[in-house]
């Protein structure tokens, strides 16, 4: 994936985590500003989801640890490099375990 395409497919999954959230009954803000996506809780604990295009990944930024992901082009999905979990598996239950509800983000 050349730099290009991999700043498209973040810019996309960015919009459809925004637009997932929106659809959530649970309160969680979010700000979007120079390709990081924070994700505040409200007891005020964040997730920060932050592209590193000279690495091709998705960094995650959680209270459960750091969490550095690879675009599996074949499965179109992204996954962990540490632990082999897709992202918005992870990003569920991360957002589970930090808002004290359970978040099931609905990303296409």
């Known amino acids: 994936m050349n730099e290009y395409e991999f700043n498209d497919q973040i810019d996309e999954l960015m919009i459809a985590?925004?637009?997932a959230i929106e659809?959530?009954?649970t309160d969680i803000d979010y700000e979007n500003a120079g390709g990081i996506l924070t994700l505040t809780?409200?007891?005020?604990?964040?997730?920060?989801?932050?592209?590193?295009?000279?690495?091709?990944?998705l960094w995650v930024a959680a209270r459960s640890g750091g969490f550095h992901f690879d675009f599996d082009e074949e499965q179109q999905l992204w996954i962990c490099d540490s632990n082999g979990e897709e992202l918005v598996s992870l990003l569920n239950n991360?957002?589970?375990?930090q808002s004290g509800e359970?978040?099931?983000l609905d990303i296409a």
């Open 17 to 19: 985590i925004e637009d």
């Open 102 to 104: 359970e978040i099931q």
């Open 41 to 57: 809780f409200e007891n005020g604990s964040q997730i920060i989801l932050s592209r590193q295009a000279a690495l091709t990944q």
């Open 23 to 25: 659809e959530l009954e």
């Open 94 to 97: 991360c957002a589970s375990e």
